[in-house]
């Protein structure tokens, strides 16, 4: 007997979109709007951003839960990543939300991680609200946009009910909507008026027996692991016994000591929540993604969480230069394997394993971001270690050899188009459409992963800094072939011992270089990028002999230019299979794998 009716006073919605076109902005708006935050209370821009990796790259990389309240109705929102390396966050979430609301740029249109996130959604059969934003921009296109998401929703396959989508016009900035793009924008009550009417109530049944999946695994200095999760069914109060039901093992009873909701920005503490409201609990330790929460008499899982499998693998090993545990605290294989397995469990999409070698330990990811923002968030809570250049991970389809392949928006000014390419078409890349507008040129190509690898630092050369590129893993296709390598050799310290500007002033003329004067340096230390293909030796460390006759004063002005500073993803694009990435909480190195010269001639 089906006992399941809609929760008039709720509302589930997940906000989706690509990056940057405003949706952590849209939240902040809705919070002044609706009194989640007080009229003179000082929270800053993008509260939902709260991680500090979050904030310094502008980017949502975890997906969290919060509500609003408008005219009696309950609206819980979840912020989800746009960026289509955490696609794992926004495949877990969608399972807790009856709709989305799909923000996209009025001027920008339909990008690459659009198209990711929406086909997400309407494989778990949400309809879509269109939240049209910026339209604030002198240059916004907003009927144009619509028809863009219009051809989009069609070419996802999606039904009657998903392309029939409500349309809202926003300027998050402003805090103001309107259902047309030239009407007045007074404040966001279209939008809530829109979410209320078009988005569905959840349809639960209250009075059955606990079903709650755990979604999301946060952690609290205060109360240990929390579990995030929706309830699917019945009730759940603090102080009641239930069961975990992991996917392999027997059933585990445990005692619910903390339950949380979210109101705005303040996590609160509840003595009881029904079905469709999205909860927090606290306490318990050993449970996985996936796993449901049951009534312990109808011990009743629900079906497991599936995501993408990885795309690339990276091997991380302890640090054994001559640096190594100077700047670190956790230096030991046996720290780095217990962080990693902690990384598995709370993160789906990421996938590790130990190799036959027992220092190594191999992670799989959906991208270089990915595995760059874990890499990061190590290095800060004192973590040193090596990583590989990463690797694609290939698969069988229907007994052909694949790889994956990924959508490439490439936006140049005209001048500079021609070199994007030649350089996307040598990498085997298929020029899918080309599109001039205001003399910018947007190419869209499709690009083995493979041949994407150290391609943003020669993008960004090639077009001046004035270019924008935008990827997206799009699926699998047959195998290219192999690819030209690095075109570019390393300068390689032949000396341990500190840099010196005589040195570095003679090796500069043939090469960029990646230290300054002054830089504590080991033989087998990559200091810069030689402008022939060869890897070549050199003493970094000489100094210039001194003599009793003074110098001319044209041989004392030695000017260095400033090296290439090194960023994780730039470091981990340009090395080479026989070079690693050292990390510590204070230095990124580039070295050989064989820190011996005359090693590495054999």
């Keep these: 007997m089906d006992r399941a009716a809609p929760r008039k006073d709720l509302r589930n919605l997940a906000i989706v979109a690509h990056v940057d076109h405003g949706k952590t902005t849209l939240v902040d708006a809705l919070f002044r709007f609706t009194g989640a935050v007080r009229a003179h209370q000082a929270v800053p821009d993008r509260v939902m951003d709260s991680g500090d990796l979050e904030r310094e790259r502008g980017i949502t990389i975890l997906s969290k839960v919060t509500s609003i309240e408008f005219e009696g109705v309950r609206i819980q929102l979840v912020d989800t990543p746009g960026h289509s390396d955490f696609g794992g966050e926004v495949e877990r979430v969608l399972g807790l939300v009856d709709g989305v609301l799909l923000v996209v740029d009025a001027v920008d249109g339909v990008m690459p991680q659009t198209r990711f996130v929406l086909r997400k959604a309407l494989g778990h059969g949400l309809r879509p609200i269109l939240v049209v934003n910026k339209v604030d921009r002198p240059e916004s296109r907003g009927h144009a946009i619509v028809d863009e998401v219009f051809d989009l929703l069609v070419e996802l396959g999606a039904d009657d009910a998903q392309l029939d989508f409500p349309v809202v016009y926003c300027s998050a900035v402003e ?89 705005g920005l303040e996590r609160i503490e509840l003595d009881h929540a029904e079905a469709g409201d999205i909860v927090i609990l606290a306490g318990l330790e050993g449970i996985e993604i996936g796993d449901t929460l049951c009534d312990p008499e109808r011990p009743e899982p629900l079906r497991r969480i599936h995501v993408d499998p990885p795309t690339l693998r990276v091997s991380f090993t302890p640090n054994n230069s001559p640096f190594a545990g100077r700047e670190g605290r956790f230096v030991t294989s046996r720290q780095i394997d217990d962080r990693l397995r902690r990384e598995a469990l709370s993160n789906v999409s990421i996938k590790y394993d130990r190799t036959e070698a027992t220092d190594v330990f ?25 990583v590989s250049r990463p690797e694609i991970i290939l698969r069988d389809v229907d007994g052909v050899r694949c790889e994956p392949v990924e959508d490439v928006v490439a936006e140049v000014p005209e001048a500079y188009a021609g070199s994007v390419l030649e350089k996307l078409s040598a990498r085997r890349g298929r020029l899918e459409s080309m599109e001039t507008r205001g003399g910018r040129v947007t190419l869209r190509f499709v690009v083995s992963s493979r041949g994407l690898f150290g391609y943003r630092s020669e993008f960004l050369s090639d077009s001046r800094g004035e270019g924008i590129l935008h990827r997206t893993v799009r699926g699998y296709e047959p195998f290219v072939g192999e690819l030209p390598s690095r075109p570019v050799g390393a300068i390689v310290a032949s000396e341990t011992g500190r840099t010196t500007t005589y040195a570095l002033f003679h090796i500069q003329e043939r090469s960029t270089l990646f230290v300054g004067p002054g830089v504590p340096v080991y033989e087998g230390q990559v200091v ?29 002005n030695t000017l260095l230019s400033p090296p290439r500073e090194l960023t994780i993803e730039r470091a981990l694009e340009w090395i080479e299979p026989d070079e690693l990435l050292e990390v510590t909480p204070e230095s990124l190195r580039l070295r050989k794998r064989i820190l011996a010269a005359n090693l590495r001639k054999r």
């Design 175 to 263: 805090g103001g909507a309107a259902l047309e793009p030239d009407a007045p924008r007074k404040d966001l009550r279209p939008l809530l008026e829109t979410i209320l009417e078009h988005a569905p109530a959840p349809r639960v049944d209250v009075e059955g027996s606990l079903q709650l999946q755990a979604c999301t695994l946060g952690w609290d200095d205060f109360v240990g692991r929390l579990v995030i999760g929706r309830i699917a069914r019945g009730k759940i109060r603090r102080g009641q016994t239930a069961v975990r039901l992991a996917e392999t093992g027997a059933p585990e009873s445990f005692r619910v000591t903390k339950l949380f909701g979210t109101r």
């Design 362 to 386: 191999e992670v799989a990811g959906r991208g270089e971001l990915q595995i760059s923002v874990l890499i990061e968030t190590m290095r800060r809570e004192g973590y040193e270690f090596n």
């Design 528 to 556: 810069g990028e030689s402008r022939r293909a060869a890897d070549l030796n050199v003493n970094v460390c000489r100094a210039k002999k001194l003599t009793n006759i003074r110098a001319a004063g044209r041989d004392e």
